[in-house]
């Protein structure tokens, strides 16, 4: 079992930053990928940011330019760096990673995700 704890949430003004942290704890073998993702009120989730082992990025288009996620693999925490944050990145905000796991006397590997508790960020003037 995997639990993701996010922080970093909050209320910040137009035009302001926030950084998310994401920490995955547990027993697993290797993270494959993590990433963010946010739902506001009436809305559908969506995909905000991801980042893979490889290292490789994908951004939303209503994020680029102004978001930027990073890992540290020896925490195994990922995060979310906001900057000009506008109104409409109001939302609730969750991690997601993906990891695999072995279990003893099986070859066989597990490929799990797990959702954060999800963080609050507001953005409003």
Same mark, same amino acid.
């Given at each position: 079992q995997v639990q993701l704890v996010e922080s970093g949430g909050g209320l910040v003004q137009p035009g302001g930053s926030l950084k998310l942290s994401c920490a995955a704890s547990g027993r697993f073998f290797s993270i494959n990928g993590?990433?963010?993702?946010?739902?506001?009120?009436?809305k559908e989730r969506e995909s905000v940011a991801a980042i893979i082992?490889?290292? %490789? @990025?994908?951004y939303a288009d209503s994020v680029k330019g102004?978001?930027?996620i990073s890992r540290?693999?020896?925490k195994n925490?990922?995060?979310l760096q906001m900057n000009s944050l506008k109104p409409e990145d109001t939302a609730v905000y969750?991690?997601?990673v993906?990891? %695999? @796991?072995?279990?003893?006397g099986s070859p066989?590997?597990?490929e799990n995700s797990y959702w954060g508790q999800g963080t609050q960020v507001t953005v409003s003037s």
């Open positions: 993590m990433g963010w993702f946010r739902q506001a009120p009436g082992s490889g290292g %490789s @990025t994908n102004r978001f930027t540290d693999n020896a925490t990922v995060y969750y991690c997601n993906e990891v %695999s @796991t072995y279990y003893s066989r590997r597990f």
